[in-house]
């Protein structure tokens, strides 16, 4: 027997249904797609995949399809098919990964301008604020004045208290005192 009427009689038996045909197409063709699979599989990826996975994730998608073997009338049109699928679940997984680490890169609007408020504060009310520090700056020391800042930019209590190595309860007071004023 041929392997092109192996394939034939075994399609047609899963195509009906039958487990040990499918189980049969799984075994056979399971090997061509992992050598697919590990041939692409990024080496960043290898840590955190097995490529049993890949193989697994192309088997469910194809067999999510109604009547999948329907459409092939060779071994070589199936393996071709599956392989494309696990090339494109190998892409999708590196997007994935790297748009990941694309966010993780970014630096967020209120780290590079450190002077912009971060608070849902009104235009005016911020003008009000920024005019306060200036009376504020005139009157109060250097380590007053950072602890303002510091505090302007959106730093908690304990933030700015590790910052400029003080106890927390200080940092609270001086700026109620500052706000007060």
Request: aromatic content about 6%; proline content about 4%.
């Amino acid at each position: 027997m041929t392997e092109a009427t192996g394939f034939s009689e075994t399609f047609a038996r899963a195509c009906k249904g039958d487990e040990l045909a499918l189980r049969e197409l799984l075994e056979k063709y399971g090997d061509y797609l992992r050598r697919v699979i590990r041939h692409r599989l990024d080496e960043r990826l290898r840590s955190r995949f097995d490529s049993l996975d890949f193989v697994q994730m192309v088997w469910a998608s194809f067999f999510a399809e109604p009547n999948p073997l329907a459409r092939f009338s060779s071994p070589e049109q199936m393996i071709r098919y599956l392989a494309s699928m696990a090339r494109n679940k190998l892409v999708d997984q590196q997007r994935r990964r790297l748009a990941g680490k694309r966010a993780a890169c970014e630096t967020p609007l209120d780290e590079q301008a450190p002077d912009a408020p971060r608070s849902n504060d009104t235009p005016s009310q911020v003008a009000i604020a920024r005019e306060r520090l200036q009376i504020l700056q005139k009157v109060a020391s250097e380590r007053d004045r950072e602890i303002m800042r510091l505090r302007l930019m959106g730093l908690s209590y304990r933030e700015i208290a590790d910052r400029c190595e003080m106890n927390e309860r200080s940092v609270r007071k001086i700026i109620e005192r500052l706000t007060k004023r």
